[in-house]
């Protein structure tokens, strides 16, 4: 009989009185011990275990744990066999197969015959039956079952395994794996160049290329060796698979709204219409709260500098205010967030979207230009945000900011029209012709989905306790409100403009200059031509402007405290607010022009952006100028404002008194060179 594992045998040591003895027997509650000089004694169990010096000196090993999945993935004729063999051995063992009656047959019978005599009966009783065997055949068979259960009877041909790389040469296997690891970084190469890589690196160590085996074997090795590499896909991913780092994922703790907060950057794959035509593709910018999976803010710009991140900073601080035309179901009173209570420490949430306000405490950055700049890291100072950068080229120090740039484009971005795919590869044809929407449409467009979202499931927020049940980022930020005391404080208007970047300039007799534009208004006459009173700034005046918006910029008020708004004076020659991209522009193609001629260049160009390039083909410079317009009239002002009357024009006077140079003037046309005409005259 086979005894209970961990429990006490037959020829166990075990020390008892003193002395050491061994179990010669074992009878119910009784265990009988003989120690070195023969002498036998009898004691009871509970009296063996009462003793003070009783110990196992050494017992029979306990049995491992029997694999219950032994036979799954097996031949069926391999479990018939195996469960066949457990039927005749577990008679064997206690006299009756399973399931077959209580009363064993006498050959078998524990009570009367030794298990040796069992064992060889077994044996010719198969032999008769045609299945010849020893009795130590059946012997071996019964220690096997003893130790292994069921897995013991499996035949060991058919659970015999396959080494992990074949039968290849381990040099073969440590040549190519180090192959696969430099094509990491490099261009995609195929299978061919992989295995031409592994003779030369099996040459170099001194090794036998013609070790390497047959062509068919080398694609089974490196089919294993690659897998999950994309070594012969894209470079992309595997550059980012290659970054990923060792052992399991860590989770940082946010317990709370703003708690880690993640923010990054990518080209959005949608071609907008930036201006009679002409397309292009923008960048998508955005920041996620880990606690809630909420999207504070997202906002799509053509170019992407360094106040884009400052802006979308000052958006997740600030309520989403509702836009004409949506849904009233999308109004922050009609979800799942606080509202009434949030209300009384806000008034402007009357008129909010659904999307909550969420104060950083941390964010995750990488390592663009767009985050470690000087301006995002004071703006995060100013909120008292702990600026954290991630690793260089580790995506997955920042995994929920890259997943949800990944989610808007399969959520979002290929329902829009004008969609191009992720690459080149999976565009389709006639795509620009379907770029319908401008930039201003597609971010209001991105803004409501963005409040969707919030009502939407997230795989990310399930109940540790109830994982069937998915919370949206609002129910989390509603729950998360309850546990962690979290009370939001939305920015001011003032503190938005203290997230703009800052420079500081002198209050002339004409106004402010920057960048050759002169800023001027009445509210600036009491501090002309005076001192800040700022000794650090040698007395000049701390300025705050949009470059996406330079019709205006903010003065600090040292004196009495406050912003003061300034237009600028230039503002009545072009009609639409246009950014530094396209001043910028026309700087480079007069680098010594007067601020006045930089407005009209800048208006010329707005309106031949807009009238298009005519019968005339559009060189590379006119090409290079549309594309400039056209992107500085899709980027709106931030805040959007009108100037004052008092520094509007006067009706009928466009020129706003700058006087009657150069009116009538002839403009003579530059001829254009015909190559064809010139050549009949040559002939």
């Not at 995609?188 to 099996?202: C, D, G, P």
């Not at 565009?427 to 467009?445: C, F, H, I, M």
């Amino acid at each position: 009989m086979t005894g209970r594992p961990g429990g006490l045998g037959i020829g166990d040591r075990v020390r008892f009185c003193g002395r050491d003895q061994v179990v010669i027997g074992v009878s119910g509650t009784s265990v009988r011990l003989a120690d070195t000089a023969g002498v036998v004694v009898t004691v009871t169990v509970s009296g063996l275990v009462a003793d003070g010096d009783f110990a196992v000196l050494d017992s029979r090993p306990r049995p491992g744990m029997p694999q219950v999945s032994v036979l799954d993935g097996l031949p069926a004729e391999a479990v018939e066999e195996a469960r066949w063999w457990e039927r005749h051995i577990v008679e064997v063992l206690t006299g009756v197969p399973p399931g077959e009656g209580t009363v064993p047959r006498p050959e078998y019978d524990p009570g009367s015959v030794t298990l040796t005599r069992r064992e060889q009966a077994k044996a010719a009783e198969l032999t008769a039956a045609g299945h010849p065997v020893t009795a130590s055949a059946v012997a071996k068979r019964r220690r096997r079952y003893q130790e292994q259960g069921l897995a013991g009877m499996v035949d060991y041909r058919a659970r015999r395994r396959m080494p992990p790389h074949g039968r290849a040469d381990a040099a073969v296997v440590t040549a190519m794996r180090q192959a696969i690891g430099e094509a990491a970084e490099d261009s995609t190469k195929t299978a061919a160049f992989v295995f031409r890589r592994t003779r030369e690196i099996l040459a170099e160590d001194g090794g036998e290329a013609g070790r390497l085996p047959s062509e068919r074997t080398l694609y089974r090795l490196f089919g294993r060796l690659e897998a999950g590499r994309h070594t012969t896909g894209s470079a992309r991913t595997r550059r980012s698979l290659a970054a990923r780092p060792e052992g399991p994922f860590g989770r940082v703790p946010a317990a709370a709204p703003g708690d880690v907060m993640q923010i990054d950057s990518t080209p959005l794959d949608v071609l907008v219409r930036l201006e009679d035509g002409v397309t292009g593709r923008v960048d998508l910018t955005g920041i996620i709260d880990v606690a809630t999976r909420t999207v504070t803010a997202a906002v799509l710009r053509p170019t992407t500098k360094s106040v884009d991140a400052s802006v979308l900073l000052a958006r997740t601080v600030t309520p989403e205010p509702m836009r004409p035309g949506w849904p009233q179901a999308m109004r922050m009173a009609e979800s799942a967030l606080p509202f009434r209570r949030l209300l009384s420490i806000d008034e402007r949430l009357e008129q909010a979207a659904a999307r909550p306000v969420i104060i950083p405490q941390s964010i995750t950055v990488d390592h663009g230009k767009v985050f470690v700049s000087e301006s995002f890291k004071a703006s995060c100072a100013f909120l008292g945000i702990s600026f954290q950068p991630a690793r260089k080229a580790t995506g997955t120090d920042k995994p929920h900011i890259e997943r949800m740039l990944g989610s808007v484009a399969t959520m979002f971005a290929q329902y829009v029209s004008g969609y191009t795919g992720r690459s080149p590869e999976y565009r389709g044809r006639g795509t620009e012709g379907k770029a319908v929407w401008s930039l201003p449409e597609l971010q209001d467009l991105l803004d409501q989905w963005l409040v969707i979202w919030q009502s939407r499931p997230h795989d990310g927020l399930r109940d540790p306790l109830h994982p069937g049940r998915a919370f949206s980022p609002n129910e989390k930020y509603a729950a998360l409100t309850e546990t962690a005391g979290y009370v939001p404080l939305a920015l001011s208007p003032d503190d938005y403009i203290e997230l703009l970047p800052a420079t500081w300039r002198a209050v002339n007799a004409y106004g402010i200059r920057i960048s050759r534009r002169v800023y001027d208004g009445k509210e600036l006459n009491p501090l002309r031509m005076q001192h800040s009173g700022v000794t650090a700034g040698k007395g000049l005046w701390e300025v705050h402007r949009d470059p996406y918006d330079i019709s205006r910029v903010w003065v600090r008020d040292h004196w009495n405290g406050g912003w003061i708004t300034v237009f600028w004076t230039q503002l009545h020659r072009v009609a639409a607010p246009f950014g530094e991209l396209a001043w910028d522009h026309a700087r480079k193609l007069m680098p010594a022009a007067t601020e006045t001629e930089l407005a009209d260049a800048v208006e010329d160009l707005l309106t031949r952006a807009g009238q298009g390039p005519g019968d005339v083909p559009a060189a590379a410079s006119a090409k290079r100028e549309r594309r400039v317009a056209a992107r500085t009239r899709a980027v709106g002002p931030s805040v959007p404002a009108r100037p004052e009357p008092e520094d509007e024009p006067a009706a009928g006077d466009p020129d706003g008194g700058a006087g009657e140079a150069g009116d009538g003037e002839a403009i003579v046309p530059m001829p254009i060179f015909d190559p064809f005409r010139e050549a009949e005259n040559w002939r």
